[in-house]
């Protein structure tokens, strides 16, 4: 148990549907983010809020939207996404996104699939 | 730009000792992380290291040279729940991670 949920854990969509990714973390962290790992690729990162406001945004298309109510929650909003997207979203928290040992804590992760 | 090589895939014997190398070339550096992925599930911390030199934690060990640009990943008396895959990631100079693609790791009897 990591502390840091995701829903759903698999979701598969048309190209014109809409659907939203969920992640809460239950560690107090500040910082949270949304990555995106394909089969036998780097981790990329997406998005970044630190104290819920956007820090980072990875020239990440405009069909991915993120959204951060609070510290607790982020979610990815998809709308009109291509099948190149399918992958494995992945949300992290961590304390800081500064300096130290600042361990980025893992949800399990979304398996998303286009057709 | 940035960049960090690590083999894609390595197999071990149970029992055996492994190393997985890491090299990176990145604008900056704050620190060098490695995580460890089993298949299906979500990467967990594993290990830091900052300054040159070994830091040992239990089983595992994790070394690094600045100057060179490379770390590695050192598990001793390897078990079958070994077998995942072992993620290098460097902090750049904006604090940002870099992430490896992974080393899948296989344990054999």
């Known amino acids: 148990e990591t502390g840091v949920t995701q829903t759903p854990r698999h979701l598969v969509m048309g190209m014109t549907n809409k659907k939203s990714l969920k992640c809460e973390q239950h560690?107090?962290?500040?910082?949270m983010y949304w990555y995106k790992q394909s089969a036998k690729k780097p981790l990329e990162l997406m998005f970044v809020?630190?104290?819920?406001?956007?820090?980072e945004n990875n020239s990440v298309p405009s069909r991915f939207s993120p959204e951060c109510p609070n510290s607790s929650h982020l979610f990815l909003h998809l709308h009109t996404l291509q099948p190149e997207d399918s992958a494995l979203y992945l949300c992290?928290?961590?304390?800081?996104?500064?300096?130290?040992?600042?361990?980025?804590?893992f949800g399990p992760g979304t398996r998303l699939l286009v057709l | 730009g940035q960049n960090i090589d690590q083999p894609t895939e390595m197999t071990a014997t149970e029992g055996a000792i492994v190393q997985i190398n890491c090299t990176y070339q990145?604008?900056?550096?704050?620190?060098l992380f490695w995580y460890q992925q089993h298949a299906g599930e979500a990467p967990t911390f594993l290990s830091y290291?900052?300054l040159d030199g070994l830091e040992e934690k239990g089983r595992f060990s994790s070394f690094l040279s600045r100057s060179k640009g490379y770390s590695y990943l050192l598990l001793k008396e390897l078990q079958m729940k070994d077998s995942a895959s072992y993620l290098c990631?460097?902090?750049?100079?904006?604090?940002?991670?870099?992430w490896g693609a992974g080393t899948k790791l296989i344990i054999k009897p």
């Open positions: 992290a928290s961590s304390q800081d996104p500064g300096g130290g040992v600042e361990t980025q804590y």
């Open positions: 560690l107090g962290h500040n910082a």
């Open positions: 290291n900052v």
């Open positions: 990145t604008s900056g550096f704050n620190g």
């Open positions: 809020y630190n104290f819920k406001e956007q820090t």
């Open positions: 990631a460097v902090r750049d100079s904006n604090y940002q991670l870099i």
